[in-house]
């Protein structure tokens, strides 16, 4: 299994529907993990961080399943201003740095 | 208030010239990052400081080297730019990382955009 893996996406999804991506990792000793936004030609800004079971902040849920090692990200009641990529960061697994998805991109239509 | 700065904020260079991009922050976090990110791919992490001590990934190319001058200045230099160069180049800071299980939120810059002629 890679270190970190998404959703391929694009996610075409008219304004109002709930849409959610996974996110699957391999470092099974992870404790942090993180969804990060990022607009095109932009840099990436954090949407939420989750160190336990899940977090939820307004429309956007996520979840963590330790057993089956994977993230998601719900986004409900979707906004045209939703658009963008979204990337799932787990811990390295061996060192001390933050490993990057690739990236799914979400595209909100009205 | 920015908290992590880059300049600049596009740099055109030519094939083979040195280039320097600079990264400084006000958060006094332990931690600073330096990736790279080519149009519709993922940051890939070249390297970070943890205080002074320096981590290179085993893939980063030795075209690409880092100077920690103090906690806030961070410097990226490519010492031969190629084409293949032409990228984002992202610098993000953290509070500490302890390795493995836990880690800090990442603060980005805006980046700096680099074009290779």
């Known amino acids: 299994r890679k270190e970190v893996e998404q959703d391929p996406g694009p996610f075409n999804v008219p304004e109002g529907a709930t849409v959610a991506f996974n996110c699957t990792y391999s470092?099974?000793?992870?404790?942090?993990f993180f969804w990060y936004r990022q607009d095109c030609r932009k840099e990436p800004k954090l949407l939420m961080s989750v160190y336990s079971s899940g977090n939820e902040d307004g429309r956007f849920t996520a979840q963590l399943n330790r057993a089956s090692q994977y993230i998601s990200l719900l986004i409900r009641d979707s906004k045209l201003s939703d658009s963008a990529t979204y990337l799932c960061?787990?811990?390295?697994?061996?060192?001390?740095?933050?490993?990057f998805g690739k990236g799914t991109t979400l595209s909100v239509s009205s | 208030d920015a908290m992590v700065i880059q300049n600049p904020r596009y740099q055109v260079t030519q094939f083979g010239k040195p280039v320097t991009l600079s990264c400084s922050q006000t958060l006094n976090h332990n931690v600073m990052y330096w990736y790279q990110q080519k149009s519709s791919q993922a940051p890939k992490l070249l390297f970070h400081?943890?205080?002074?001590?320096?981590?290179n990934e085993a893939d980063t190319p030795d075209n690409f080297q880092s100077r920690r001058p103090n906690t806030s200045f961070c410097f990226l230099d490519i010492r031969s730019p190629g084409l293949g160069d032409a990228a984002m180049y992202l610098c993000?800071?953290?509070?500490?990382?302890?390795?493995?299980?836990?880690?800090?939120?990442?603060?980005f810059g805006p980046g700096t955009r680099l074009t290779v002629l």
């Open positions: 400081y943890y205080d002074k001590d320096f981590n």
């Open positions: 470092n099974s000793a992870s404790q942090s």
């Open positions: 993000a800071t953290s509070k500490a990382t302890s390795g493995g299980a836990w880690a800090d939120t990442q603060y």
């Open positions: 960061v787990v811990p390295q697994q061996a060192g001390t740095a933050l490993i």
